[in-house]
């Protein structure tokens, strides 16, 4: 079975920061692009950050840009997410995801995941 375990959400204030990990078992880590999305009960889940089975790019959402940075440690199987300068929209359940190397589909589009966590709140306060 496949298992990702988000964690490190909470609660801050705008311009504030927060790493959030995601630990993968039941797989073999080294060949997944791994993903975050983010979801709030008033929008549909939108993409936020991916980085490569390799590790070699990474892609970001407009809207966090320049704020927030995906990396990946394989030996460790996990995939961080460290956002800084948070701002109240940033404020959603945040969720892990995996899909294999060479799916074809953007890394954006979240139907081009097949593994899932099972999400870590974030709240940013004004």
């Known amino acids: 079975q496949v298992h990702l375990v988000e964690s490190g959400g909470g609660l801050v204030q705008a311009g504030g920061s927060l790493r959030l990990s995601c630990t993968a078992s039941?797989?073999?880590?080294?060949?997944?692009?791994m993903a975050w999305f983010r979801q709030t009960p008033q929008k549909e889940r939108e993409f936020v950050a991916a980085?490569?089975?390799?590790?070699?790019?990474?892609d970001q959402a407009d809207s966090v840009k320049g704020r927030f940075t995906i990396s990946r440690d394989n030996a460790k199987k996990t995939v961080y997410l460290q956002m800084n300068s948070l701002k109240p929209e940033d404020t959603a359940v945040y969720y892990c995801?995996?899909?294999?190397?060479?799916?074809?589909?953007?890394?954006?589009?979240?139907?081009?995941?097949?593994?899932w966590g099972q999400g870590t709140q974030v709240t940013v306060s004004s």
């Open positions: 980085i490569r089975w390799n590790g070699g790019s990474t």
């Open positions: 039941g797989l073999t880590f080294s060949s997944y692009t």
């Open positions: 995801a995996a899909r294999f190397r060479g799916s074809g589909f953007s890394y954006s589009t979240q139907a081009g995941y097949n593994h």
